[in-house]
Nanobody, 116 residues
């Protein structure tokens, strides 16, 4: 199994920044991609950003130019730098790891609240 632990969420004013971290442990050698997803109240979970094992990245249109996903392989940690935050970014953010044998693994989620 893979354990994912998120940190870095909190309350921030619109226009501010936060950096989320996701530390992975366990069978990390089989991870082929990492991603950040979010779920706002009453809405479905949606993808925010994904980084492949090769380092290529993709972003939701709503966060392009504001969010950056990165990974530190030595620390088995994935980051999501969030700048120019908007109230509509308020959600629970989940770390995801896609494992070639174990499938999708999820963290427990971290709350991000952006006040107007």
């Amino acid at each position: 199994q893979v354990q994912l632990v998120e940190s870095g969420g909190g309350l921030v004013q619109a226009g501010g920044s936060l950096r989320l971290s996701c530390a992975a442990s366990g069978s990390t050698f089989g991870i082929t991609a990492n991603g950040w997803y979010r779920q706002a109240p009453g809405k479905q979970r949606e993808v925010v950003a994904v980084i492949s094992s090769g380092g290529s990245t993709t972003y939701a249109d709503s966060v392009k130019g504001r969010f950056t996903i990165s990974r530190d392989n030595a620390k088995n940690t994935v980051y999501l730098q969030m700048n120019s935050l908007k109230p509509e970014d308020t959600a629970v953010y989940y770390c995801n790891a896609h494992h070639r044998w174990l499938g999708d693994q999820w963290g427990q989620g971290t709350q991000v609240t952006v006040s107007s």
